[in-house]
């Protein structure tokens, strides 16, 4: 026996449409944050370093094959 679906059980597309819209109007209310770091401060230059040299190790491990 097969069911029949009423059109009142299957999402109308304005429904879809709708909730498509409210998606892009909320992130087009999103603000991005404005990020003042000081590039030429000690510390910003040491956690640069700190991590290029984890990537490099990653990077070398992901080469390496060998335990």
């Known amino acids: 026996m097969s069911e029949l679906r009423t059109n009142s059980?299957?999402?109308s597309?304005?429904?879809a449409?709708?909730?498509e819209e409210k998606d892009k109007a909320g992130n087009a209310?999103?603000?991005?944050?404005?990020i003042d770091?000081?590039?030429?401060?000690p510390e910003t230059e040491k956690a640069a370093l700190a991590i290029?040299?984890?990537f490099r190790r990653f990077?070398?491990?992901k080469q390496d094959p060998s335990p």
């Open 9 to 11: 059980e299957l999402p």
């Open 29 to 34: 209310e999103k603000v991005e944050e404005e």
């Open 37 to 41: 770091i000081d590039l030429n401060a």
């Open 52 to 54: 290029q040299n984890k």
């Open 59 to 61: 990077q070398k491990r």
């Open 17 to 19: 449409s709708r909730s």
């Open 13 to 15: 597309t304005n429904q």
